[in-house]
């Protein structure tokens, strides 16, 4: 048996409720289902009142509108929240790629590979920017040329 | 007689990998001084470092996957493997010996909230869809068992035959074949001799191998972590200098 009914997660698309974001799922004799979306104005040009926008509203009810749309801004919130988070921690995680890079180099300058300072080596290792690895690894180039 | 226990660290096949097994084995040192270290690596690359850091330096072939043969040699009996590009950044480090617990090996987990990092986790058998479930990156074994020296004996040799096309099971995908985690899979899976191995889980694993490829926001462990992998972000290729 056919039917044509509108999807309970309809939203305005504005804060004046102009426009409204509404989902149309039919089945036809056969049995298949095809949901169509849509974007409908509540009036047409000429000012006159949409019909289709009016049978959402009576068919979905207006507080469950204003709750999805309440629900979908919280959703869309939290995952643009959540997506700057992990550029930042992404963000992080390449400095630290770089960093560990920085610090094997340092490590390969002749007078640091050759120091036997284990104190100042292990925290040019555990150094957390790359001003920290360039102030250890010139304490331990002066130390080194001190003993010379 | 108290068993013996150390790190084994693999620096073979490329300058690169040497120089990232040196770090770690400072690193590890920098927390846990009197650790045992063996290093393992080439003849061409070991200068006064290595000699200095290790307890133990062992010299093997030039292979990509030395490091199964590598850690086939350890000359501890409950040794702790740790891939090359990983460091130590905490002294819980000096717990490692407690998660071997009853198990003959254990290991760090692929999950699949973590398997965006993947390359290939997924693959076909004759019998149907199968997936790795064990990271070789990071592995805590009891060589005293004689079980776990053979099961060593044979990941390498298996992996050697792999990796060389002597060896290959009908119904896998060619693919499979660069990873010695498809080795790890047949062994621990396939074959009957060692069906009753007990093999476990690093107890919060993400600290004992936390990929810094993985994103902060998505996957931490519970605790602090104690050995990050650079695995994704080095170019291994590239003279560090």
Known sequence: ???????????????????????????????RVTRQVMKLNRH??????????????????????????????????????????REVEHEKARKLEKLFNYKLEAFEVEEIKNSKNRKLKSKLRRAKSRIEVDLYSIMILQEQIGDE | MEKTKGFVIVGSHKRNFYLYALNLAESLRDYYEDCNICLVTEERFIDERGH???????????????????????????????????????????????????????????????????????????????????????????????????????????????????????????????????SLWWLTEKEEKYKDLKIGIFDDDLRWNYYNAFNWARTQPED??????????????????
């Open chain 2, 52 to 182: 200095d850091v290790a307890d133990t330096v062992i010299f093997c072939e030039d292979h990509y996957r030395a490091k199964l043969w590598g850690m086939a040699q350890s000359p501890y009996d409950i040794t702790m493997y740790i891939d090359a590009d990983m460091e130590c950044e905490h002294e819980d480090i000096v717990k490692v010996w407690d998660e071997m617990k009853d198990y003959d090996m254990v290991y760090s987990e692929l999950t699949d909230d973590r398997s965006y990092i993947y390359a290939e986790r997924d693959f076909d058998t004759p019998e149907g869809k199968a997936q790795f479930t064990l990271c070789g990156g990071v592995c805590l074994y009891d060589m005293s068992k004689p079980i776990v020296r053979e099961f060593m004996q044979d990941w390498w040799e298996l992996t050697y035959k792999q990796m060389n096309d002597t060896w290959w099971p009908e119904g896998y995908a060619d693919s499979l074949k660069s990873w010695d985690q498809f």
């Open chain 1, 1 to 31: 048996m056919s039917y044509r009914k509108w999807l309970d997660n309809a939203f305005w698309e504005n804060e004046d409720r102009s426009q409204l974001n509404c989902i149309l799922e039919m089945e036809d004799d056969v049995g």
């Open chain 2, 224 to 241: 602090e972590v104690i050995l990050r992998h650079f695995s994704a972000g080095l170019d291994k290729d590239k003279p560090i200098v």
């Open chain 1, 44 to 85: 047409d040009k000429e000012g006159n009142e949409n019909e289709l926008f009016n049978e959402v509203v009576d068919s979905v009810g207006e507080a469950q509108i204003d709750k999805e749309t309440t629900d979908r801004e919280e959703r869309k919130k939290a995952e643009a929240e959540e997506h700057k988070q």
